[in-house]
């Protein structure tokens, strides 16, 4: 069942940990019991109408005790852990619908849920800012915290390539290309080896979670390979928390697992043999995308889409567009496109839509779109743009 992940959670703040007020000893009345009573009453009928969903405030349905309860960081995990979990999972997704997840914070409430949670799913790669401080406050004991990105070989952010000598897809480099940038690209084992004691939760599939770096661009979903990665890991979770279902959820992984392969061949056939190898976009996010299939990045803005290029960056993206023959500039519909179109506007190139499925566009939404299709509209604009 799709789950509606429409309406906004409240005011977020940072969450570092949990702590409880101390309790103090009143005499109260009959009357004062009473009214405590039902006011208890009431908080527990709430909190099971706002458990489950995506990012809502309310949800007509219940919670089912006969059910995984599953809590997924943004919308690709929730993506992920519905299509492995299927009919045995219900699945909460902590990022509201619409916003961009980079620096969105839990709220009290998301903390909340996942005390109650069975399995907890989140991307890893340093994508969830907050997650080692909700860990090592969380007191529900039984929670199964799996990081996705597990066993992916993480590439270095822009930045931190640029810090290592090792360059990146800049406008003044003219066509750098990430493909040839595997001594860029790390483990995500050897990247956390030494974060492995600082919170105890379990992941799959070799027991360490990932911290916040900063310096690993966490976008990995947009390779099909990597995507096909992260949902075996969560398939193990699943199986994990959940052992009855096991040849539910390994039947579901290999449903999902063969539809990426052969999204993957539609890339590769597809992008080939496009003569034009550049993409300019907004947000450094494609990576993994450009190194899966030999195509060069280069971005306007860094890795969060909040950042802010200054006028000499903007005048080397120009001067790149100008100079390669760049016909399109990409941005995307949840964060916006004030840096594309002014390029756009400068160069005179048109402005087409990328998406790094960091959340669905009311239009994806209305239409019932998920990662497959996503991914299929992404191929459609890449094609328009390097044809």
């Not at 509201?96 to 709220?107: L, N």
């Not at 699943?238 to 579901?252: G, L, M, V």
Request: aromatic content about 6%.
């Amino acid at each position: 069942m799709r789950m509606n992940r429409k309406k906004q959670c409240g005011k977020h703040a940072v969450i570092s940990g949990i702590r409880m007020p101390q309790l103090r000893c009143t005499r109260v009345s009959e009357s004062g019991i009473l009214r405590r009573v039902a006011l208890a009453l009431c908080a527990c009928l709430l909190f099971t109408a706002v458990f489950v969903g995506c990012g809502t405030e309310a949800s007509d349905e219940p919670v089912d005790p006969n059910k995984l309860q599953v809590m997924a960081s943004f919308y690709t995990m929730y993506d992920f852990a519905q299509k492995i979990g299927g009919e045995h999972v219900q699945v909460t997704c902590m990022v509201p619908s619409g916003t961009e997840p980079h620096d969105w914070e839990p709220s009290t409430k998301d903390i909340t849920r996942m005390e109650q949670a069975d399995v907890f799913i989140y991307n890893g790669a340093g994508m969830e800012h907050w997650v080692s401080d909700v860990l090592a406050g969380l007191s529900n004991k039984k929670l199964i915290s799996v990081e996705a990105s597990q066993g992916v070989s993480l590439l270095r952010s822009a930045e931190e390539e640029d810090s290592h000598d090792h360059g990146t897809a800049h406008a003044d480099e003219d066509g750098h290309d990430h493909a040839d940038e595997e001594d860029a690209a790390v483990s995500n084992a050897a990247a956390h080896e030494d974060d492995a004691a600082d919170h105890t939760v379990v992941a799959a599939p070799d027991g360490h979670d990932a911290h916040e770096h900063g310096e690993y661009d966490p976008h990995v979903w947009l390779d099909p390979m990597n995507a096909k990665q992260e949902m075996q890991n969560i398939c193990e979770a699943f199986s994990k928390a959940d052992p009855e279902h096991r040849t539910d959820y390994q039947a579901n992984y290999e449903k999902w697992a063969k539809q990426l392969d052969e999204l993957d061949e539609t890339y590769q056939t597809t992008l080939e043999n496009l003569s034009e190898r550049n993409i300019v976009v907004a947000h450094e996010a494609y990576g993994y995308l450009c190194r899966r299939y030999n195509l060069t990045q280069v971005s306007i803005e860094g890795m969060s889409p909040d950042s802010e290029p200054d006028p000499g960056r903007m005048a080397d993206i120009i001067d790149f567009v100008r100079a390669n023959n760049v016909r399109a500039i990409f941005f995307e519909e949840l964060s916006g496109s004030r840096t594309a179109e002014t390029v756009a506007a400068e160069t005179g190139v048109k402005l087409l839509t990328l998406s790094p499925l960091e959340g669905l566009s009311d239009r994806q939404e209305e239409t019932g779109g998920d990662y497959f299709s996503v991914m299929e509209e992404n191929l459609q604009q890449l094609t328009e743009a390097l044809r």
